[in-house]
């Protein structure tokens, strides 16, 4: 499953360096608009605890996590949804994510300067989303238009689409993003052949100290970038010593990484044997012959049965032959919901 998040911001607020430390793969920060034209991509894996203590269980010969992907997207300016600064180009970019991961400056660096010659994260904030909020207007006002026409000749699912475009439009009038939009379950099917940048789930990061932005669409994490750099730069023995220092958990890319997992509404399965321990990833509400074709097409198709068990009962045991043993392993049909954390072996034929 191949999931994106775009990383998005102003110029100069600290997305190339963020997108450095996520991945590692060194892309140009220069201190000017536009350095980054072409979207980068790094695929990043998600921290996951559970992964050694299951592979220490099974004396598993490797570690294979689950992965995400973030794009860096060039910096946005004022007029973007307009073609200013390239902005057509880093809009289509956008669209193509499943996420956004908005940057927001609240740093000051007179060696590093800003678009708009002053730091005001809300303001940075607000001129990003007004271009996707304009963006989508547009969107919306071109199909209004070509339904409004279908809707007088008495097409019934045209007058539906009709009355849920002006519902849409209303909302971008006053300047909010189509993700604030309460649907329903037919609405949100008919919502996704727009392709809307607005609704797109978003987390906000705050590159800077202090925590002054003001948001009711997401999820804020703060950090400072510049040291999450470093921090990645390090081995990661050397990264967990400079963690427990700071006298934290886990590093704010962890934090990051993990939220923006979640902001997609993922949740991960395991599987785990002498060969190996893996993590796997699947939509929030999938079935379990839905998992298994995630890890083979044949297995969904052929799915017999699966035999289930949560990753804590499967460490208590032991070993898998002693959670046979104590009952713990469960058979589960086609039609079981999958739950974050499930260890799983499938049957098929």
């Not at 994106?4 to 996520?22: E, H, M, Q, Y």
């Not at 097409?155 to 689409?161: L, M, V």
């Not at 427990?244 to 923006?260: C, T, W, Y």
Request: proline letters at 2%.
């Amino acid at each position: 499953m191949s999931l994106s998040i775009a990383i998005v911001g102003l110029p100069n607020v600290g997305k190339s360096t963020l997108f450095n430390a996520l991945t590692n793969k060194k892309v140009e920060a220069s201190n000017y608009p536009f350095c980054t034209i072409d979207p980068n991509v790094g695929v990043v894996k998600v921290p996951d605890e559970r992964l050694e203590k299951l592979a220490k269980i099974s004396k598993s010969k490797k570690i294979v996590p689950t992965i995400i992907e973030f794009v860096d997207i060039a910096g946005l300016v004022r007029g973007a949804s307009k073609g200013e600064g390239l902005g057509n180009k880093f809009l289509a970019n956008i669209r193509e994510c499943d996420a956004i991961c908005e940057v927001v400056r609240n740093f000051k660096d007179e060696n590093i300067t800003h678009v708009n010659g002053k730091i005001d994260p809300n303001e940075d904030k607000e001129t990003i989303n007004t271009e996707l909020v304009m963006a989508d207007m547009e969107t919306v006002e071109k199909r209004i238009l070509k339904t409004t026409k279908e809707a007088r000749g008495g097409d019934k699912e045209a007058i539906k689409f009709l009355s849920l475009l002006e519902k849409i439009k209303n909302l971008l009038d006053k300047g909010k993003g189509a993700r604030e939009l309460d649907l329903d379950d037919d609405e949100k099917v008919l919502i996704k052949t727009l392709n809307l940048l607005s609704i797109k789930p978003i987390i906000y990061v705050l590159n800077g100290e202090e925590e002054n932005l003001k948001i009711n669409d997401g999820e804020i994490i703060k950090l400072n970038i510049k040291l999450e750099e470093e921090i990645a730069a390090l081995n990661e023995e050397e990264q967990k010593e400079y963690i427990r220092e700071l006298g934290l958990e886990q590093s704010g890319l962890d934090k990051l990484i993990g939220a923006s997992y979640k902001l997609l509404e993922l949740i991960t399965f395991l599987t785990t044997g002498q060969e190996e321990t893996k993590a796997w990833t699947v939509r929030s509400g999938a079935k379990a012959s839905q998992a298994a074709g995630v890890i083979h097409t044949d297995f969904e198709k052929g799915f017999i049965r699966a035999e289930i068990i949560n990753w804590q009962e499967f460490l208590e045991s032991g070993s898998e032959a002693s959670a046979r043993e104590r009952g713990l392993i469960r058979t589960e049909g086609k039609e079981y919901i999958m739950q974050d954390g499930d260890v799983c072996h499938f049957l098929f034929n």
